[in-house]
Each structure stands twice: as structure tokens, then as C-alpha cells.
């Protein structure tokens, strides 16, 4: 079982920056996908980023609306993921999920295992 708290949520203008926090529960968080996905206002979820981490080395999966703007990273010593929004659009705005999932591809197409909360992101025009 894994509990996930996101934190860093808020309102920008656009061109600003958000950095987006995600605090892990449980003992085997290095082995877990971690990822963000987020959900508009009558719209479907989407991913949005993902990082897994393998022999010490870090993998990262970011879809093409996001590539070069967002950078996911962990810090598996906090049990914390995190989410660096750069650039941010007015369409960016959502409600930010953080997931927990055991393999990329589960992650990419069907979400996490485990969820958090969410945190509102807005950005203004």
C-alpha cells in the first residue's frame, strides 16, 4: 500500500514556473513508476510525465504537449517525486495527480495503482 500527498499547487500567470511535490508512504518507494497525470474541467485524464528508476540510473516519459516545458525528477531518499513546470500555458490548467504504478506501460496506459488527492493548478492569461 502506498499513500501519496501532492503539494505545490497554485495560481500563475502564464510564462511562470510551478514546482509540484509528491510525498510518498511505504518502504519499497524506489521501486515504484512514479507519475503525474492531470485532468481539466470536462475533460479526459492525461499523462503528463514519468520516472522510473533501475540500477541507479533514472528513465523519464513525457508526452509531446509537455516535452522541454516539464521535467519530473525523484529523490528516493525522500520518497518524493516532483514535477518542475516551466513556461506554463493557460491549457495547462488542471487538477495535478501524482500516481504510484510497478511498470511503465501500466502507468502510460492505464494510470497508477495508487493515486493522490490532486492539487489545483491555474494559469492565468
Known amino acids: 500500500q502506498v499513500q501519496l500527498v501532492e503539494s505545490g499547487g497554485g495560481l500563475v500567470q502564464a510564462g511562470g514556473s510551478l514546482r509540484l511535490s509528491c510525498a510518498a508512504s511505504?518502504?519499497?518507494?524506489?521501486?515504484?513508476?512514479m507519475g503525474w497525470f492531470r485532468q481539466a474541467p470536462g475533460k479526459e485524464r492525461e499523462f503528463v510525465a514519468a520516472i522510473s528508476w533501475s540500477g541507479g540510473s533514472t528513465y523519464t516519459y513525457y508526452p509531446d504537449s509537455v516535452k522541454g516545458r516539464f521535467t519530473i525528477s525523484r529523490d528516493n531518499a525522500k520518497n518524493t517525486v516532483y514535477l518542475q513546470m516551466n513556461d506554463l500555458k493557460p491549457e495547462d490548467t488542471a487538477v495535478y495527480y501524482c500516481a504510484a504504478s510497478n511498470t511503465v506501460t501500466s502507468m502510460t496506459n492505464h494510470g497508477g495503482d495508487y493515486w493522490g488527492q490532486g492539487t489545483q493548478v491555474t494559469v492565468s492569461s
Open positions: 511505504g518502504r519499497t518507494f524506489s521501486s515504484y513508476v
